[in-house]
């Protein structure tokens, strides 16, 4: 097989329409894509966590994501290259729940009870995570698992995406933040979106979940949070800490409107 007819392993949809090699090809530019987007962001919410001692990730995110990845990315993968994607993802995942329970407690420094238990209440909120995405699994046509697949993922970058923008507004800083981060998450979501498109508009039968009220309103909704509202908070709260560092050196601030 040379370059030219390369394609990444079939899915199970994919074994079993057999698409021609430029639907794959297309497709697998795609989820190529936006994994190493995700994998760059992954990368950067670590070193960011460790660089300015806080977390951007909030918890209920954490808990989802971790569970999500581990249930779907590897206990119940629909194809062995999700499991080699899933595996690091799961590891860099560790890495931000260490970082939480390490200057969490600085965080929520107002709530005693939530600062001092983060040590056992992120690791014990992940069973109870993955028993909630197991029966989801169960609750949706067996014959038809790419759309608890669908469902999941929707949920969970909805809660992604909105708790991000919620982040910034109830922290009042950046720490745990970065533009880059915002811009490798945002550009993986995008492309994963557009990786379903692609699907949805050449195997309609196969996608007729992704087609139904409820998957459109939610992606509109991440992509809304992602690619316009998340800046504006982002830039708006970088603002104010400037403004507070030069008021703490003794500068007169600007007014923020």
């Known amino acids: 097989m040379g370059l030219h007819d390369f394609h990444l392993p079939l899915t199970a949809l994919d074994q079993i329409n057999q698409p021609p090699l430029w639907f794959l090809q297309v497709q697998d530019a795609m989820t190529i894509t936006f994994t190493l987007s995700w994998t760059t962001a992954y990368i950067l919410y670590v070193r960011q966590a460790f660089k300015d001692k806080s977390y951007g990730v909030p918890l209920l995110t954490l808990w989802l994501n971790t ?5 779907f990315g590897i206990v119940c993968a629909g194809s062995t290259g999700l499991i080699f994607v899933a595996g690091p993802w799961v590891l860099l995942e560790i890495a931000l729940i260490y970082a939480t329970i390490k ?4 965080e929520w ?11 056992w209440m992120i690791p014990a909120a992940q069973p109870v995570a993955c028993g909630f995405y197991y029966a989801l ?3 949706f046509n067996k014959e038809k698992p790419q759309d608890s697949i669908i469902m999941s993922a929707l949920a969970n970058q909805v809660f992604t995406s909105i708790g991000a923008v ?24 995008f492309w994963t979106v557009m990786c379903h498109y692609w699907q949805m508009t050449h195997y309609p039968q196969d996608h007729y979940f992704n087609f139904s009220p409820i998957v459109q309103y939610g992606m509109w909704i991440f992509e809304a949070c992602d690619f316009v509202i998340y800046p504006i908070v982002y830039y708006y709260v ?3 800490e400037r403004e507070a560092e030069k008021q703490a050196a003794g500068q007169k601030p600007k007014r923020l409107r």
């Open 238 to 240: 970088s603002q104010r």
């Open 103 to 106: 200057y969490g407690s600085i």
């Open 109 to 119: 420094r107002h709530s005693p009870l939530v600062a001092n238990n983060l040590w």
């Open 137 to 139: 699994m169960q609750s």
């Open 166 to 189: 919620l982040h910034l507004i109830s922290k009042g800083n950046t720490k745990g933040h970065s533009v880059g981060i915002w811009f490798w998450r945002t550009n993986g979501t």
């Open 67 to 71: 569970a999500w990845e581990i249930m």
